[in-house]
């Protein structure tokens, strides 16, 4: 068989320059992809075979929304290894991107990257249908496209309408995680969690004893952008709480 062009010959993972995609897309346009009618259609045998064969009663407990090309999924993944993350991301060619990229890391570390996975999907409409009441424990909101013009507001991902549906498939003490580049989206998403009555806020000890939140700049090739060019990001973390 000849070499794939679109994979490094060396460590057999797929070359980022073949999947390139638009920045970002409309989540409001209609995409045609399969979607799981409820959660109990997630086929989990497809996405995680192995751990599915240790363990058929595991569900996805972390959420990656808008994952990019996967820096945060394989970060997080090792120290992780028993619980099950899923990337949901719009871009086609950029899923399968990080499908490759995770059936290459699995091909040359046996045993690992088993719990991670990724499907395409609008999870502005779909999130419903992936995960049921409470099964999260934590979703991420890593530098979302900022949407800028008033108008198009209602495109970002996080909105009040769209906390409502977060807190359902939230778990009561999961945890919500935002951070952008741009100071007004910040503000934006800062304001929509605190005014939301079931999220609160993460105290600035719970912040610092937290290892995920180092990853939230460092892990995706737009945190390591802004980091690179010395930009400042602007960070929302908040916990579900229970409603009286």
């Known amino acids: 068989m000849g070499e794939n062009p679109t994979h490094n010959k060396k460590t057999g993972l797929p070359r980022k320059r073949f999947y390139r995609a638009r920045a970002h897309s409309n989540p409001l346009s209609d995409s045609h992809f399969p979607i799981p009618i409820s959660p109990a259609e997630v086929d989990y045998s497809l996405h995680y075979p192995e751990m599915v064969k240790a363990d058929g009663s595991k569900k996805i407990q972390f959420a990656d929304v808008g994952c990019g090309f996967g820096g945060l999924l394989i970060s997080l993944a090792p120290l992780f290894p028993d619980t099950l993350m899923?990337?949901?991301?719009?871009?086609?060619?950029?899923?399968?991107?990080?499908k490759e990229r995770i059936?290459?890391?699995?091909?040359?570390?046996?045993?690992?990257?088993?719990?991670?996975?990724?499907?395409?999907?609008?999870?502005?409409?779909?999130?419903?249908?992936?995960?049921?009441?409470?099964?999260?424990?934590?979703?991420?909101?890593?530098?979302?496209?900022?949407?800028?013009?008033?108008?198009?507001?209602?495109?970002?991902?996080?909105?009040?309408?769209?906390?409502d549906e977060y807190a359902y498939v939230l778990a009561v003490g999961g945890i919500i995680y935002t951070i952008t580049d741009v100071e007004e989206l910040g503000e934006w998403m800062k304001s929509c969690l605190e005014e939301h009555p079931m999220f609160e806020a993460l105290t600035t000890v719970e912040l610092e004893a937290d290892q995920v939140v180092k990853f939230l700049s460092s892990a995706t090739e737009e945190g390591q952008k802004v980091a690179r060019n010395d930009g400042q990001t602007f960070r929302a973390v908040y916990r579900r709480i229970a409603t009286c």
């Open 86 to 98: 899923v990337g949901m991301e719009l871009r086609d060619k950029v899923t399968e991107y990080v």
């Open 103 to 163: 059936l290459g890391l699995r091909t040359t570390n046996p045993g690992q990257y088993q719990n991670i996975s990724v499907v395409r999907t609008n999870s502005m409409k779909y999130i419903p249908n992936y995960f049921g009441k409470g099964q999260l424990q934590k979703m991420f909101f890593l530098f979302p496209d900022p949407h800028f013009k008033e108008k198009n507001h209602r495109r970002r991902v996080i909105s009040p309408f769209l906390l």
